[in-house]
């Protein structure tokens, strides 16, 4: 677990997502929850025996079951955008009975009985605040990612948890995303006026703003390899070669480079729609 300020944490152990915590007088507001149900519950009780406090809150960065998975095992109310409690709130009730998100960390979770959908209680539409301890933990509506995307920012620290709009050593989802909001979200990231020295992407390491680029770079690269797809009239099952250059930009463990195909083909599938509804001039 890392420390980034005071009461506030970062763990980039579990795989699937980074999860983060914010400590306050009574108890601890969760960022996502492990992808694995031994992980999630290890979590908890990690946090719990730390900060001698219960948990208070699980906040959702998006819907992806990578981060809503282990919701159950923490027992507190769920904070997540409208948008996201209305994704999460069409699924079926339990796990196993829900179609496969392309891609997923949550693909390798080997046994989903019993495991159930925990849909947000507390909803909002464009910005929350939670006056945690004497800190403001700022809930902000950053569509790009998904529809329902959010960030976390806790300005008086510079710390910024972005959910997989940013990402390291590990694609992000395309296949539900609005590249030019997430693009400009990423722009109004980098710049000098915005305090975030500590950037927490929705999956790896925690970065800086440098380490922004490499997300927007992938970004605009898959954009113009499916616009040029789409020019030369391609077929779309030839989209898997496309999806095959792109996985060689993405440094990674060796196991999980299908995974990781799978996921970039999704998204190349959700831009090439998107174009082909909407052609290019």
């Known amino acids: 677990m890392q420390k980034l300020a005071k009461d506030i944490f970062v763990e980039t152990k579990f795989p699937g997502v980074t999860v983060g915590a914010v400590v306050g007088p009574d108890g601890v507001v969760c960022i996502d929850t492990p992808t694995h149900p031994a992980d999630a519950r290890a979590w908890r009780q990690q946090l719990e025996q730390a900060a001698g406090k219960p948990i208070q809150f699980v906040i959702n960065l998006d819907h992806h079951r990578d981060r809503t998975l282990?919701?159950?095992?923490?027992?507190?109310?769920?904070?997540?955008?409208?948008?996201?409690?209305?994704?999460?709130?069409?699924?079926?009730?339990?796990?196993?009975?829900?179609?496969?998100?392309?891609?997923?960390?949550?693909?390798?979770?080997?046994?989903?009985?019993?495991?159930?959908a925990v849909p947000p209680q507390i909803t909002f539409a464009d910005r929350l605040t939670l006056v945690v301890g004497e800190r403001e933990v700022q809930l902000v509506h950053?569509?790009?990612?998904?529809?329902?995307?959010?960030?976390?920012?806790?300005?008086?620290?510079?710390?910024?948890?972005?959910?997989?709009?940013?990402?390291?050593?590990?694609?992000?989802?395309?296949?539900?995303?609005?590249?030019?909001?997430?693009?400009?979200?990423?722009?109004?990231?980098?710049?000098?006026?915005?305090?975030?020295?500590?950037?927490?992407?929705?999956?790896?390491?925690?970065?800086n703003k440098d380490g922004v680029k490499p997300t927007e770079d992938f970004l605009k690269l898959a954009r113009r390899k499916v616009e040029a797809f789409v020019r030369s009239r391609r077929p779309r099952v030839e989209l898997e070669n496309v999806a095959h250059d792109l996985l060689g930009k993405v440094p990674g463990p060796a196991d999980l480079r299908n995974v990781y195909q799978r996921r970039i083909r999704a998204g190349l599938e959700h831009l090439y729609d998107q174009l082909t509804v909407a052609p290019l001039k």
């Open 70 to 116: 282990g919701n159950q095992w923490f027992e507190a109310p769920v904070i997540a955008h409208e948008l996201t409690y209305e994704r999460v709130r069409m699924l079926p009730e339990l796990y196993r009975n829900m179609p496969a998100e392309a891609g997923a960390d949550s693909e390798l979770v080997g046994d989903l009985s019993g495991l159930r």
């Open 142 to 207: 950053r569509p790009g990612v998904t529809p329902g995307a959010v960030w976390v920012e806790i300005p008086s620290h510079g710390v910024v948890f972005t959910g997989d709009a940013v990402t390291h050593k590990a694609p992000p989802f395309l296949s539900d995303a609005d590249l030019d909001a997430w693009l400009d979200a990423l722009a109004d990231l980098r710049k000098k006026r915005t305090a975030a020295r500590f950037i927490v992407p929705g999956r790896g390491a925690v970065t």
